[in-house]
């Protein structure tokens, strides 16, 4: 299984401070996703980074890949309350696994 | 767009009925994806169609469990009969292809078999 598995299971912080989420995945990879899930709703794409990329930035998300160590780590700065969901890794050659994801709450 | 389209949202059904939910993908994607939600067990795959042909079923729980995809703009999961166990959400997404490719997931639906 090529699994991605999320660490922490569960994240408190409070706004303005920056949360940071790590995927560990075990085998080959051609890329590897970040999507959120609010609650209640689908899941929602944030970012994708190819095997041959280190680090990618999204307005206030930024998603590095190390493939040596079959790792990435999803940081949110200045996290607001919005912020509030579930965060999963996804990762595939034909089609995508999920990992069961980090719950994220962002306190007011 | 209007993004991926499913329905019912919610179904609530007695153990033994035959349930019948409905996907619309995105217009112009040819990957359909069926995923079942639960706590325990995550986020699980449960069938995909490429170009309107089912790939791999191989997460498919049991025979009660079956999929269409009649056109590019239509696919159904159904099961019968239900059990309390299939009590889940179960989302449908698409993507412009299948190669591990950024996927768009609908709003899901929320199946309740007592």
């Known amino acids: 299984s090529q699994q991605g598995e999320e660490d922490p299971q569960a994240l408190s912080i409070q706004e303005g401070e920056n949360a940071t989420m790590n995927c560990s995945y075990k085998t080959s990879i051609n890329n590897l996703q970040w999507y959120r899930q609010n609650s209640g709703r689908g899941l929602v794409h944030l970012i994708l980074i190819r095997s041959n990329e280190r680090e990618k930035h999204s307005g206030r998300l930024r998603v590095t890949l190390d493939t040596s160590k079959k790792s990435s780590s999803l940081l949110i700065t200045a996290s607001r309350a919005a912020d509030t969901a579930s965060y999963f890794c996804a990762t595939g050659y034909s089609t995508l696994t999920f990992g069961k994801g980090t719950m994220l709450l962002v306190s007011p | 767009d209007a993004g991926v389209i499913q329905s019912p949202r919610h179904e609530v059904t007695e153990m033994g009925q035959e349930v019948t939910l409905r996907c619309k993908p995105i217009s112009g994607h040819n990957s359909l994806f069926w995923y079942r939600q639960t706590m325990m067990r995550g986020l699980e795959l449960l069938i995909y169609f490429n170009n309107n042909v089912p790939i791999d079923d191989s997460g498919m729980p049991e025979d009660r469990f079956s999929a269409k995809m009649p056109n590019a703009s239509f696919s159904t999961l159904k099961i019968q009969p239900s059990e309390p166990r299939d009590s889940a959400v179960y989302f449908c997404?698409?993507?412009?292809?299948?190669?591990?490719?950024?996927?768009?997931f609908g709003p899901g639906t929320r199946l309740t078999v007592l």
């Open positions: 997404a698409s993507s412009q292809e299948l190669q591990a490719d950024t996927q768009y």
